[in-house]
């Protein structure tokens, strides 16, 4: 890529001396305006639009202004930074997840999302501790745990009627009605929100 000159030309360039100079800065322009854009040489349509957006990988997160925020690669994942924030200060990583089960994600927003699967096993009313997924930990017990039972069990419909309860930052069990825990285990997945 040519050098950009900023002080090229400069008010008593001749521009004769100065034609080279004037060059390489337009040559210096357009090699920046290339990257990640579609080029504006020639009229080619659609002039100036992204391609793609390329973020490099940065050291630390940045700090924002009021009415501005920031998105930017640490840990080659994507951040968002919100407004007003001091340098420093961890954004909310939107793009890193665990596939599971079980599994996690954060959305832009900060909610985290968490999956998996469990079993109450036949002759119990509930289940052991389901753990959710280590990497991102809720701050206190999540919104809420929806629970589905999966497949098909040996008892009664109801049976499968499953209730989350005790949910804390790291885990939940789950529960069905004590009459019906003669049927056989009973699968199911799980789906928790919160921060």
Do not use: C
């Not at 999302?113 to 096993?121: A, D, F, H, P, S």
Request: charged share 15%.
């Amino acid at each position: 890529m040519a050098n950009y000159q900023e002080t090229k030309p400069a008010a008593v360039d001749q521009f004769n001396q100065s034609q080279g100079d004037i060059q390489q800065n337009f040559e210096a322009i357009k090699a920046l305006v290339d990257v990640d854009h579609s080029t504006f040489a020639g009229g080619v349509s659609p002039e100036g639009k992204h391609k793609q957006a390329t973020f490099i990988l940065q050291a630390d997160d940045p700090a924002t202004l009021v009415n501005e925020m920031a998105i930017y690669n640490k840990g080659n994942a994507l951040f968002i930074q919100p407004q007003n924030v001091v340098a420093g200060v961890d954004g909310i990583d939107f793009t890193s997840y665990t596939v599971g089960p079980p599994g996690e994600t954060v959305l832009p927003s900060g909610i985290k999302v968490k999956w998996g699967t469990g079993v109450i096993n036949t002759g119990q009313v509930t289940s052991g501790d389901i753990v959710f997924a280590a990497g991102n930990a809720f701050i206190g017990a999540p919104y809420f745990v929806q629970v589905t039972p999966t497949g098909l069990s040996a008892g009664a419909a109801q049976d499968s009627v499953l209730h989350a309860y005790t949910a804390t930052d790291t885990k939940f069990n789950v529960t069905r009605n004590a009459a019906y825990v003669a049927g056989g285990n009973v699968n199911f997945t799980y789906l928790a929100f919160g921060v």
